[in-house]
């Protein structure tokens, strides 16, 4: 163990509350990005009692890792007490004024955590990285005010990508809202089929060489490679359950075998397709039921209020401003997340 390094076991203890009182009702569940998320799980007529409880300030986690790929189900509840399965491990900090919280939340966001977390794991038949193994854990721990100051230092950094990803957000929720407005009411032009209006293709097989341009599936970016079948496209998502999803790529790209490309047959821009073709909902759409899939044939047929094209034209002219401005914003949450992430790093450095 290095010198500056401490084991892990000596500040937390593990926690069992259960829900007997059935006193709380707020599911939650664990995701491998380390936050809690809603429970998809169906309980009605479920008996909450055997729940376990976790506190405002409390962590949980997933000691079985196979299922994971490469990231461990770690989080930090710092909002209001919640209950989950009771196939998750809660516990906490006991020794406060030596360990904070979130600064050991911060241990864990690590890629290198994941990482140990696996190769630490064991078992044959599911690989678990039990509680014996979260106590070895070694880390640095600094005087508590550095350590303090480092998470302030971090949520400076992600409060502004929250900022900035809300702003977006209400940006395209405003095109959308006006789009409703604009093109989805019957008109006295009557229907048009998608297929008058936009033109489809599927896309290849992803190549195997690395490179900065994206690959999109049907799930968004997959990885980036140096080749492009594509630009200036909208993305739809072909098979499985991502089946109908929409992306927008102003750039080059490579579109994969599992996603179909759309492009206007009336202007030079993709705004109009990217809200028409969100709109439509479009996994309502899909054939088959153990694989859903899309097809070409299936939305050329789609039939849609026919627009004017003077009107797409405009709404493209606004939506090119507006997207201008999101991407600015994308690219300041690019270079923030570059910066947490050398911040992260930088915390197996402390003390050396």
């Known amino acids: 163990m290095k010198s500056n390094y401490k084991k892990l076991g000596q500040y937390i203890q593990m926690v069992d509350n259960r829900n007997k009182d059935i006193a709380i009702t707020r599911l939650l569940g664990v995701s491998i990005e380390k936050r ?17 409880i976790v506190r405002t300030g409390q962590f ?27 196939s998750y491990t809660v516990f906490e900090v006991i020794k406060k004024e030596e360990l904070d919280s979130e600064y050991l939340m911060l241990w864990f966001s690590r890629l290198e955590f994941d990482r140990y977390a696996r190769y630490k794991s064991h078992g044959s038949v599911r690989e678990i990285f039990d509680w014996d193994e979260m ?3 070694e880390l640095p721990v600094p005087p508590i005010e550095e350590q303090r100051k480092i998470v302030k230092a971090y949520k400076t950094i992600t409060d502004r990508i929250e900022l900035k990803k809300r702003i977006n957000d209400n940006l ?7 789009f409703t407005e604009e093109f989805m009411s019957l008109n006295d032009d009557g229907l048009v089929h998608l297929g008058e209006l936009i033109s489809f293709g599927n896309g290849k097989t992803r190549p195997k060489e690395d490179g900065i341009i994206p690959i999109y599936g049907g799930n968004g970016v997959l990885s980036y490679t140096n080749q492009t079948n594509a630009q200036n496209v909208v993305l739809i998502g072909r098979v499985g359950a991502y089946c109908g999803s929409i992306y927008l790529e102003e750039g080059e790209c490579w579109v994969s075998d599992n996603a179909i490309f ?12 990217y809200f028409l073709l969100k709109s439509l909902n479009l996994y309502e759409h899909h054939i088959g039921t153990g694989q859903q899939l899309l097809t070409q044939s299936i939305l050329n047929k789609i039939e849609v209020p026919a627009p004017k094209k003077e009107k797409i034209l405009s709404f493209n002219t606004m939506s090119k401003e507006l997207f201008s401005f ?7 949450i690019s270079q923030l997340k570059t910066l947490s992430s050398l911040l992260l790093a930088k915390i197996a450095e402390l003390n050396r």
Do not use: H, M, Q
């Open 135 to 137: 106590c070895n854990v």
């Open 60 to 86: 949980a986690y997933g000691p079985v890792t196979s299922r994971n790929g490469e990231k461990i189900s770690i989080a930090y509840l710092d909002s209001d007490d919640c209950i989950i399965s009771n």
């Open 172 to 178: 395209e929720r405003t095109l959308k809202d006006f």
């Open 326 to 332: 999101i991407a600015s914003n994308n690219a300041e």
């Open 36 to 52: 809690f998320i809603p429970s998809i799980a169906n309980i009605v007529g479920t008996d909450l009692s055997n729940y376990k």
């Open 262 to 273: 759309a492009k206007s047959k009336l202007t030079n821009d993709e705004y109009f397709d």
